[in-house]
């Protein structure tokens, strides 16, 4: 009942608008509308009697929707996974063959993929070609297809996991008779999937593989798209344990294949959560955005095609925390930053020619969280804001004055629902343990909270470098934590080193080669500073919990350090890391 609704729109590819599904009148299905961006204009674009199929009786239920090039007809995907072409104004036109399907450039094919192999489905003359031919489901995939911008080719990877090790799962169908299905699985240490480029024409006639360096251990693959041109691919490679990361050009002509970027790092250059991966091109691709954290931060660099100039667009010590939209026409990098508290995320932006210093874009009145949605010419955004004692909101506004055009969602019923549970507001703290290292905190207390009163603690852990828990914005999971609270305890989480947070690339990577041991060793002297600092914290009833990596942690403050932890609640822990995905948990063993 605390779940915040999304505002789950899709811009028009020119921008000047955006697409919805909503029901019907009668109910009996989403019609697909659309709304202009300056007037709020509603347009029906397929009504619930334009989606009954020919010869059908009921219509169909949309659950996803692409619009071709030009915006003359959409695809449309079922519950039950059929595609059918949709003419506005007209209806249903045909039923067509998809899955994860993309729209060539010209609009008249759609790419789809079945089996492990691609296809091309030809609109015009309602011919299906075979792509490629060598997939096989469970063991090799092609995936991954992107269009050349001339429509006349199409790139893909191609995962080949044959040689991995099979193993048993459990299929909980009948619990007296669980079913038990093999799947092939890279264990940490283990043979992982082989990786391949390929580019193929779209009508199927020639096929051949990109020549980049293909180390025995393996490696896995990034960024893969089309350089601004439909002769030059680009590749981005990383190493296995991810401590390496290199972008090629591959000519697909001539097979010529050279390094424009290449980056290292001791621990890891790329993290499970990716964020530093690819690039944007800019200056109609004579050069290209990218982040990298080689000066101790993630900043933004502008790097020209061949890699020779380069140029800081961010400098400082602070953190950008994501790539947001690059607005091509007036010249701006928008992203996200928070250079004075790791709890919270603004939007800001800074110039593409490097000129000029950083600024932000979200009002300095708007505390908490912010995410912006842009639309594809960067002049509009959906604006989705909350704090954590505050449900979201997300408006329209334009850009860059952010101009609210109108309320999208004010999640209302979830505040009122909410508002008799938030009697006090949340609070952020800071430990200093010493050596420099100062954890943000949040701490939920009762609401009939007496301070000189003694409290049990109840800590919300998860502590590794997939994500943050204090964080400056709604959750449901918190208002479990307010119920926990008004039960006399007092309901925290702290945030130790080696978590995502933008505190500089020393700190996210503190744990490598000691992930478990450091994490645990830094939280447990914040629970013993904050002991000290906060009279009454009662620290001989300390209990913790956790999922995934949250649980693991619990497990290690439990049989690390018993003096300290008394309860833990362990939920999906994985404590024997050398048994996870390679993919996760090799770079940080």
């Not at 990098?333 to 250079?339: C, D, N, S, V």
């Not at 007092?490 to 990577?509: D, F």
């Amino acid at each position: 009942e605390f779940n915040a609704r999304g505002f789950n729109a899709t811009w028009l590819l020119d921008g000047s608008g955006y697409t919805l599904l909503e029901p019907s009148p009668a109910g009996a299905a989403r019609e697909l509308v659309k709304y202009d961006a300056v007037s709020g204009e509603r347009t029906v674009l397929a009504s619930a009697s334009q989606l009954v199929p020919p010869g059908g009786t009921e219509p169909i239920q949309i659950e996803a929707y692409q619009e071709s090039p030009g915006g003359s007809w959409w695809l449309l995907e079922t519950r039950d996974r059929e595609y059918w072409v949709l003419e506005p104004g007209t209806g249903l036109v045909r039923q067509v063959r998809g899955g994860g399907s993309s729209i060539s450039p010209d609009g008249t094919q759609i790419l789809f993929g079945e089996g492990g192999n691609l296809h091309v489905h030809d609109l015009e003359t309602d011919e299906v070609i075979p792509l490629t031919e060598d997939g096989d489901p469970g063991s090799v995939s092609n995936r991954g297809a992107v269009w050349s911008p001339d429509g006349t080719r199409v790139a893909y990877v191609q995962s080949d996991g044959s040689a991995l090790r099979m193993r048993s799962m459990l299929i909980p169908t009948d619990p007296s008779y669980p079913e038990v299905r093999e799947v092939r699985f890279a264990r940490v240490g283990e043979t992982i999937a082989t990786l391949r480029v390929g580019v193929v024409e779209a009508d199927g006639t020639e096929m051949r593989w990109v020549s980049i360096p293909s180390p025995l251990e393996g490696f896995y693959l990034g960024q893969v798209s089309w350089a601004g041109n439909s002769h030059e691919l680009l590749v981005e490679q990383f190493s296995r344990f991810r401590d390496r990361r290199e972008f090629f050009l591959a000519d697909v002509r001539t097979g010529e294949v050279r390094s424009i970027y290449r980056e290292t790092d001791p621990a890891w250059v790329i993290a499970s959560y990716r964020v530093n991966a690819g690039l944007e091109w800019i200056r109609g691709g004579d050069a290209f955005v990218t982040l990298s954290e080689k000066d101790g931060w993630r900043h933004a660099y502008a790097v020209g095609r061949e890699g020779r100039e380069e140029a800081l667009l961010t400098p400082g010590a602070w953190d950008i925390q994501e790539r947001a939209s690059v607005d091509h026409d007036r010249g701006w990098l928008y992203f996200y930053a928070t250079p004075d508290n790791a709890t919270q995320r603004y939007l800001y932006r800074v110039r593409l020619d490097g000129n000029g210093e950083p600024e932000r874009v979200t009002p300095e009145d708007q505390a908490g969280t912010h995410r912006y949605d842009f639309s594809p010419n960067a002049r509009w955004a959906f604006h989705t804001f909350s704090t954590i004692d505050t449900p979201p909101v997300t408006q329209l506004v334009e850009l860059p004055e952010h101009r609210v055009i109108r309320v999208l969602e004010d999640n209302a019923e979830v505040r009122e629902r909410a508002e008799p549970w938030i009697t006090e507001p949340t609070e952020f703290l800071q430990l200093d343990i010493g050596d420099g290292v100062v954890m943000d905190a949040f701490m939920i207390k009762p609401r009939d909270f007496d301070p000189s009163r003694k409290y049990p603690v109840f800590i919300y852990v998860y502590g590794e470098p997939h994500g943050q828990t204090v964080l400056d914005s709604w959750s449901t999971r918190n208002m479990y934590h307010r119920a926990i609270a008004d039960l006399g305890y007092l309901v925290m989480s702290i945030e130790n080193r080696g978590t995502p947070a933008p505190k500089g690339a020393a700190w996210r990577r503190a744990v490598f080669g000691s992930l478990g041991p450091l994490n645990t060793e830094d939280h447990a002297a914040g629970v013993q500073e904050l002991g000290r600092v906060r009279p009454y914290v009662d620290l001989s009833r300390i209990g913790i919990w956790g999922w995934s990596g949250g649980g693991s942690n619990t497990l290690n403050a439990l049989f690390r350090k018993p003096d300290v932890y008394h309860v833990g609640i362990a939920v999906a822990p994985k404590p024997q890391p050398h048994l996870y995905n390679a993919w996760f948990q090799e770079i940080y063993m």
